[in-house]
């Protein structure tokens, strides 16, 4: 017998499984399906050597969702019911070079700029300043990560009218390496904020990258850097809950082999077993721009190749798990240790950062390791057992190998001997990383990351696709799938690392959730709040901080969100200027001239000019 569901979810990625998740607590029959036997996707942690070690597979570190109302508003009772707390370290970034001096990012911007003031006064007063400045392009910025994007051209149209829009637009256009060597003078400085966002697997000087310089220092001084108590995979497990008090299911071992349509719209899925599981509503699909043609019929050819033509990183990572019988011990000091994210320099020499991300551009295994990683069992005892550590190596490593070394062989061939590099690296700053001190290890290749994620991370790719300006958006991962949609299939909606805001921990799935909302005719808003949508009693609200709400004269959007404040309706000559901020920060202006007037008079019509006379003294919200 065939089931049947309102909502049907290929693939149970946090991002998908958000976007389950307010359909479900809309009052949706909703279904996840997964083609492992744990959900999580990239946000999974998992005992992977010895029982009690608990690994983080791919996340490992929650920033960018730490501005996603999903998390600020509790809009899914994810902290107050569900049972996800988070970690937040006083460190959330530091880099150690070669002679064990240390360059710190502390949440506290004040000690940041003294640490940074020993290497350069003239560099830490450069930091101090400009964090204020991306603090402030923070609140224009960040409420657009976690809805549905405009379209690129719309978006720089809108940023070309403002001076602080046109500094947004300069960096968005401009590659992290021109932008950093702009502002800083010295060389350790650089290195400590380029390895940053290099964390986004790109370059220092991919062309189109430079949002990155621009907002992760706002984004670290204001929110933290956090790390869920237990494991990036406390997030899946809190979504799943979430899910399943709504009544939804996830189930797992269940591999989506086809989307069905018919007469142009999702209608269900067939399972690899050859299951049947229809949906009357719709289908989430986690698939790559890559993979839609295999998996759905009736998508236009253009769509299909411009979906193919989507650009990858251009390198990726290699993965390293040790089970310890103590915390790793560093050189540099015990500090260190609580760096959430943490750096491993083979140089302070910028050009020689520099040709190492060349080399790995070009396929070669570099003598200089780019890594990083660190225990995060000393913030977070839950992850061993009583008294032992863990250590979590990256380095950033090409998928298809060119280095004459190991020519003509398979990743699964030498990613032990490459893991041995990077340990011989690791040893430098961690003094007890001995054969004494390890009781297991796991080395994870860029092959390895694909297989994991075969539908999500093509090439080793964990964010999807590059995070290139062109790529970004409404036009991430292409202009035709920029809204998560799929041309040609109705009712088919996307949902992954691929789509905006990108790659990473955004709990993206809720942009995808109010594209969602509008197709079926719901309202997001009073969702999120609390109510359902299926003619069942309202739901009591989760514990939440009150919202900021703007009085006066608001222009909203279809789902509640503010899209200009008036501030002013002032006559300047024949004309009547309207001055606000778009987005609650963004300074507008718009002019309304004696045709277009008229032309608006003749569009409202006699019935609209009576109710226009009446909205003020109606009731409203």
């Known amino acids: 017998m065939t089931q049947q569901y309102d909502i049907v979810a290929m693939g149970a990625g946090h991002n998908g499984l958000v976007a389950a998740a307010y359909l479900a607590k809309a009052g949706k029959k909703v279904l996840v399906l997964e083609r492992k036997s744990y959900p999580g996707g990239g946000v999974s942690t998992q005992q992977l050597n010895t029982p009690g070690y608990w690994h983080d597979e791919h996340s490992s570190v929650h920033i960018m969702i730490q501005g996603n109302p999903m998390l600020r508003q509790d809009e899914l009772g994810l902290l107050s019911q569900h049972g996800l707390n988070y970690h937040y370290s006083p460190v959330p970034h530091a880099t150690i070079f070669p002679d064990q001096s240390v360059l710190y990012t502390y949440k506290d911007l004040d000690k940041t700029c003294e640490c940074f003031a020993k290497e350069s006064p003239k560099d830490a007063e450069t930091y101090r300043q400009f964090v204020k400045m991306s603090q402030q392009f923070l609140e224009v910025f960040m409420p657009g990560l976690y809805t549905p994007p405009p379209p690129l051209g719309e978006l720089f149209a809108m940023l070309d009218r403002t001076e602080e829009g046109r500094t947004m637009l300069d960096y968005m256009n401009r590659d992290c390496l021109d932008l950093v060597n702009q502002l800083y003078e010295n ?155 943490l750096e491993f320099m083979a140089t302070d020499k910028l050009d020689e950062m520099l040709a190492d991300f060349d080399d790995l551009k070009r396929g070669l295994i570099t003598e200089r390791r780019l890594c990083a990683g660190g225990d995060e069992s000393i913030g977070d005892k839950t992850r061993v057992p009583a008294g032992a550590g863990m250590f979590h190596g990256i380095t950033f490593a090409p998928y298809q190998v060119k280095d004459p070394r190991w020519a003509d062989k398979h990743w699964d061939e030498f990613k032990e001997e490459i893991g041995d590099l990077s340990l011989a690296h690791y040893r430098k700053f ?54 998560f949609t799929v041309p040609g299939v109705e009712r088919l909606f996307l949902a992954g690392p691929f789509q905006h805001p990108g790659g990473g921990v955004y709990g993206a799935g809720r942009a995808t959730a109010i594209k969602m909302f509008e197709a079926l005719g719901m309202d997001f808003n009073s969702v999120a709040k609390g109510a359902r949508q299926d003619g069942a009693a309202p739901l009591p609200p989760a514990a939440k901080p009150a919202a900021n709400v703007s009085s006066g004269l608001v222009l909203r959007g279809p789902n509640d969100e503010e899209l200009m404040n008036v501030e002013s309706l002032k006559r300047v000559g024949d004309e009547l200027v309207i001055k606000g901020k778009s987005f609650g920060t963004m300074p507008m202006e718009a002019r309304l001239d004696a045709s277009s007037a008229r032309a608006g008079l003749k569009m409202l019509g006699v019935k609209q000019l009576a109710f226009l006379a009446t909205l003020p003294f109606r009731k409203g919200s």
């Open 430 to 483: 961690v003094s007890n990383l001995t054969s004494d001190n390890i009781i297991a290890r796991k080395i994870v290749s860029p092959v390895d990351l694909e297989r994991s994620s075969p539908n999500s991370m093509m090439r080793g790719d964990l964010h999807g696709v590059a995070p290139y300006l062109y790529q970004s958006a409404g036009h991430r991962p292409t202009p035709d799938l920029g809204q």
């Open 187 to 341: 060389d350790k400085i650089k290195i400590h904020l380029l390895r940053l966002v290099s964390e986004n697997l790109q370059a220092p000087s991919e062309l189109g990258t430079g949002m990155g310089v621009l907002l992760m220092p706002g984004i670290i001084h204001t929110y933290g850097v956090s790390q869920p108590i237990g494991g990036s995979g406390k997030l899946t497990e809190s979504l799943v809950r979430c899910i399943e008090s709504h009544g939804g299911e996830v189930r797992c071992n269940a591999e989506v082999a086809r989307i069905l349509t018919s007469d142009g719209r999702a209608s269900g899925v067939v399972l690899a077993d050859g299951e049947r599981i229809m949906a009357r509503d719709a289908v989430i699909g986690a698939l790559h721009p890559h993979v839609i043609r295999r998996f759905v019929e009736g998508v236009p050819e253009p769509v299909l190749k411009r979906a193919e033509r989507a650009t990858l990183a251009p390198f990726s990572i290699m993965v390293s798990h040790y089970d310890l019988k103590e915390n790793a011990k560093f050189y540099a000091g015990e500090d260190v240790g609580y760096a959430t994210m």
